[in-house]
């Protein structure tokens, strides 16, 4: 019965996600607000835009999360991860090249980030027109597939805005300036305006830098250091047991809002121009896949699905898939930060009986939550999520999507060019 109450209490709090509004790789929190602003944009229906947002943390679902527990884990708990998408290794494989991270260093060149946007447009849209046309599927299938899809390059293009140094650039010295928001606040423009304004980006007068993943002990320019993902900007500097969280404003004090140690309000101003500049290049990708005229079809065919009237059999497992989501991304400390904050606690509060500080201070206490909350129950929960997770390895989404831009080796295309 009390597992029964705190499954209750998930998916109570997983219907919120889809009143989520505000636009206050960024952890799953802001990946969801942003998608759920696309989805109202393009006029998506409440269980659309949630599907493409199960898409969207796909790209984490069958990668870091899925791995969470790294090299140091029990026969049992690595079962028990195995069954939350690690046992895949292609779609692991694919996911690691959908987060515009400076893997091995080689996103070294303006020009290969332009390489990685040109190519993972034209996947987009092949695979959607694919998905509309692909025979023999069942018309939920299809959706889905459609969804989840449009879903998993959406976060590649969030990722962007997050992982790089992309809004610590003087845009307003440029042709490019800085766009004032309706709301008042400011965003900086896309990569496809800066290239309108600019032309080709290998003459542009800033590199754009990503962060090394996985991160290099005494390297400035890591992953842990440049990321957006959270609102307050902190991180482990190493992912290992005992490690503290770390603050990393220190990293982020360029650019038209730069963030000062210890100011809070800077630090969260300076994320939230991440995140406005990744809302504003989501809805300008759509704008690009809606260009070819197969991948539109495809997106209208889905985006009014209405699962208790049109596929009131799927319901079940459309609430598991949400409420694995929100499971996973506050067990692993990525709903918004290990350190979450006061308003962010009541939709991790199921997970974690923490009300304060940070959700899990090791990989051992992340384990056992794992375990605790989800090892048990692994064959009930896949039952109820079936379709949603299942669609997404079987038809290949990641690796289609990453076909031009990663290799089997690990390392990007261009590298080996």
Not at 202 to 212: D, E, H, N, S
Not at 222 to 238: F, K
Not at 369 to 389: D, E, N, Q, S, V
Request: glycine share 8%; charged share 20%; hydrophobic share 40%.
């Amino acid at each position: 019965m009390r597992k029964i109450g705190v499954w209750r209490r998930l998916f109570a709090a997983v219907t919120l996600l889809a009143f989520v509004k505000s636009a206050a790789g960024f952890d799953t929190f802001w990946h969801s607000t942003v998608s759920h602003k696309v989805g109202d944009e393009f006029a998506f229906s409440a269980d659309a835009t949630n599907i493409m947002q199960l898409g969207n943390f796909s790209v984490d679902f069958f990668g870091p999360i899925a791995g969470l527990a790294g090299e140091h884990v029990t026969p049992e708990e690595r079962a028990a991860l195995q069954a939350f998408g690690g046992q895949n290794i292609k779609v692991r494989a694919a996911a690691i090249f959908l987060h515009f991270d400076n893997l091995s260093g080689e996103l070294d060149q303006n020009a290969k980030f332009d390489y990685i946007f040109t190519r993972l447009l034209e996947a987009t849209q092949a695979s959607l027109a694919a998905a509309h046309a692909r025979p023999g599927l069942d018309d939920s299938t299809r959706k889905a597939l459609v969804l989840i899809t449009l879903g998993a390059s959406l976060h590649a293009v969030q990722d962007f805005y997050s992982h790089s140094d992309w809004v610590h650039n003087n845009f307003d010295a440029t042709a490019a300036k800085m766009i004032r928001l309706p709301s008042g606040g400011l965003r900086a423009p896309t990569w496809f305006e800066v290239r309108d304004k600019l032309g080709d980006p290998a003459r542009w007068p800033f590199q754009v830098t990503a962060g090394i993943y996985p991160p290099v002990s005494g390297k400035r320019n890591t992953h842990t250091h440049m990321n957006h993902d959270n609102s307050r900007l902190v991180y482990r500097e190493e992912e290992s047991p005992g490690r503290p969280l770390m603050a990393q404003a220190q990293y982020h004090n360029d650019g038209p809002m730069p963030a000062r140690p210890g100011d809070a309000a800077s630090i969260l101003q300076h994320q939230q121009l991440a995140v406005n500049t990744a809302m504003a290049a989501s809805s300008e990708w759509v704008k690009k896949v809606e260009e070819n005229a197969d991948a539109k079809a495809a997106l209208e065919s889905a985006k009014g699905w209405n699962l208790a009237t049109d596929n009131p059999n799927l319901v079940k497992e459309y609430r598991g898939a949400l409420a694995l989501e929100l499971t996973l991304s506050c067990a692993a400390g990525r709903w918004d930060g290990e350190d979450l904050p006061a308003e962010q606690r009541a939709f991790c509060m199921p997970v974690s009986s923490q009300g304060t500080g940070s959700l899990l201070s090791s990989r051992s206490q992340l384990r056992a939550r794992l375990l605790g909350l989800l090892g048990i129950a692994i064959p009930r929960i896949l039952g109820l999520t079936g379709k949603f997770w299942d669609v997404q390895s079987r038809y290949d989404i990641l690796e289609h999507l990453t076909r031009e831009i990663g290799s089997d080796s690990g390392r990007y295309r261009f590298a080996s060019k």
